[in-house]
Every structure is written in structure tokens, then in C-alpha cells.
T-cell receptor, first 112, second 114 residues
Framework: AQTVTQSQPEMSVQEAETVTLSCTYDTSESDYYLFWYKQPPSRQMILVIRQEAYKQQNATENRFSVNFQKAAKSFSLKISDSQLGDAAMYFCVEYNFNKFYFGSGTKLNVKP | DTEVTQTPKHLVMGMTNKKSLKCEQHMGHRAMYWYKQKAKKPPELMFVYSYEKLSINESVPSRFSPECPNSSLLNLHLHALQPEDSALYLC?????????????FGQGTRLTVV
């Protein structure tokens, strides 16, 4: 079975500071996709950033960037200039074989 | 339109009731998913439909019965549920099982079984 591990159940960051959320995954496949989704208290699961495994270049999306280390099976999310609206549960997700595999989530608190 | 719409948003049902959850998308996506999410836990996959056919059933009890009447609509029929089935039920869609840009999620139905 695929395993996605998020070792940080909860993290806090000061507004305008930078925070990094960790994720490791375990797959034997060569072709897969990785995502970070956020789920605020409103329940809506929102895509933050996406990475195709065959691409070596790390994905970036405005204040969000990833550090994708394929050999190490590591996929961390860096949030720069943190904003109060970034407070949410963040899920690391792997897709292959028609399934989205979710990590256990990291709750991010943003302090004003 | 990049929305997945789920109705109802909240549902309270008795253990002898029959109810249905509805999910709709108009993005032309051909893969649709049902997830169950308990509080402070990640979503757990229940079912996957691909081109209106059930492709994955994660050993879900038969009291949950999915249905995909057309490419835009996904239903989850509920019957004789247990209190432990109370959870947030999320629907998602993606372009195709082979072409993955992202999964779009609905806001979920908060189900309470009494």
C-alpha cells in the first residue's frame, strides 16, 4: 500500500515569516503526481501546488514552493510571507493507480 | 465553472432512514470519487468511478451504494447507517484517471447518524 507521511501534526508561524511543511512518500512507481492541498475550517479542499514526478524542476505558485527530492521520496512545502488566510490543515497527497493517497495532515497556525 | 457541488451541506438521519448524497460537476471530468473524512483525519477513499463505471470500491459496507447516472452526476445512497458512519463526505472529480491535473473537491456533506 502507498504511504504518505507527514511527521508534523501541527506547526505555527508568525505572520510574514516562512514555514516549511514536511512530507515523505513511499511508492515503487516511476510515474506519479504529488500535491499539497489545504483544508480551512470551511471544509473546502483547495489545491495549493502540484508536481509531476517526471519533472525535475520544483513547482512554485506565488508564495508557495516545493522541494521535491525524488530519490529521497521527499516533497516539502515552503510558504513564504505567511498570511492569516494560510491557516488551515495541509495535506500532502500522492496520486497513482487511480487513487489519491493522503497524508495525515499538518495543522498550520498563523500568529498575527 | 470549476466547481464540484454537493448537496445537501448537512444531513441528519436516523438509522432506519434512506437518504442520498448528490455530487455534480460540469467540467467534463470523467473520473469521480467519494471520500469519507472523520474529524481531524485525512479523507479516506470509498469509491472511484471512471467513465460512469465503478472502478474502485475500497471494501465499503453495502449500506453505502454509489451511483453514477451520467458523466456529470454522482450519487451516494445511504441505508441503515450506523452512528459511526457520521462524518464529512467529500466528492471529487478529475479530468481522467490517466490525465491528472488536480482533483477538484466539493465542500462536502456533513452527515450525522442518530
Amino acid at each position: 500500500a502507498q504511504t504518505v507521511t507527514q511527521s508534523q501534526p501541527e506547526m505555527s508561524v508568525q505572520e510574514a515569516e516562512t514555514v516549511t511543511l514536511s512530507c515523505t512518500y513511499d511508492t515503487s512507481e516511476s510515474d506519479y503526481y504529488l500535491f499539497w492541498y489545504k483544508q480551512p475550517p470551511s471544509r473546502q479542499m483547495i489545491l495549493v501546488i502540484r508536481q509531476e514526478a517526471y519533472k525535475q524542476q520544483n513547482a512554485t505558485e506565488n508564495r508557495f514552493s516545493v522541494n521535491f527530492q525524488k530519490a529521497a521520496k521527499s516533497f516539502s512545502l515552503k510558504i513564504s510571507d505567511s498570511q492569516l488566510g494560510d491557516a488551515a490543515m495541509y495535506f500532502c497527497v500522492e496520486y497513482n493507480f487511480n487513487k489519491f493517497y493522503f497524508g495525515s495532515g499538518t495543522k498550520l497556525n498563523v500568529k498575527p | 465553472d470549476t466547481e464540484v457541488t454537493q448537496t445537501p451541506k448537512h444531513l441528519v438521519m436516523g438509522m432506519t432512514n434512506k437518504k442520498s448524497l448528490k455530487c455534480e460537476q460540469h467540467m467534463g471530468h470523467r473520473a469521480m470519487y467519494w471520500y469519507k473524512q472523520k474529524a481531524k483525519k485525512p479523507p479516506e477513499l470509498m469509491f472511484v468511478y471512471s467513465y460512469e463505471k465503478l472502478s474502485i470500491n475500497e471494501s465499503v459496507p453495502s449500506r453505502f451504494s454509489p451511483e453514477c447516472p451520467n458523466s456529470s452526476l454522482l450519487n451516494l445512497h445511504l441505508h441503515a447507517l450506523q452512528p459511526e458512519d457520521s462524518a464529512l463526505y467529500l466528492c471529487a472529480s478529475s479530468q481522467d484517471r490517466q490525465i491528472i491535473t488536480e482533483a477538484f473537491f466539493g465542500q462536502g456533506t456533513r452527515l450525522t447518524v442518530v
